[in-house]
């Protein structure tokens, strides 16, 4: 049975920084491309960032391309997604998401039950 548990959201003020970290656990971490998305009250679950299996490659949504960094650690089944200079349009619930190497939610096989971002003015 695949399970992706995230943490690290939480409360910060806009210009802040958060680090999200997901341990999917049940088949092989480095098989699979990684990814991170997220949905916002009333609207629609949208890509944020994608890694390879490999690590070597990466795609991000332009919203979020040089304030966002995705990595993962093979070494301790983990991927991370570094958050910098966060906007209130960040806030979200963040899914962290196992599949292909996609920039779109239906790309993705497992979830995770996602971890809420909240960026105050």
């Known amino acids: 049975q695949v399970q992706l548990v995230e943490s690290g959201g939480g409360l910060v003020q806009v210009g802040g920084s958060l680090r999200l970290s997901c341990a999917p656990s049940g088949r092989t971490f480095s098989r699979y491309s990684m990814g991170w998305l997220r949905q916002a009250p009333g609207k629609e679950r949208e890509f944020v960032a994608t890694?390879?299996?490999?690590?070597?490659?990466?795609i991000y949504a332009d919203s979020v391309k040089g304030r966002f960094t995705i990595s993962r650690d093979t070494a301790k089944n983990t991927v991370y997604l570094q958050m910098n200079s966060l906007k209130a349009e960040d806030t979200a619930v963040y899914y962290c998401a196992q599949g292909d190497y996609s920039d779109r939610p239906g790309g993705y096989d497992y979830w995770g039950q996602g971890t809420q971002v909240t960026v105050s003015s």
């Open positions: 890694i390879n299996w490999t690590g070597r490659s990466t």
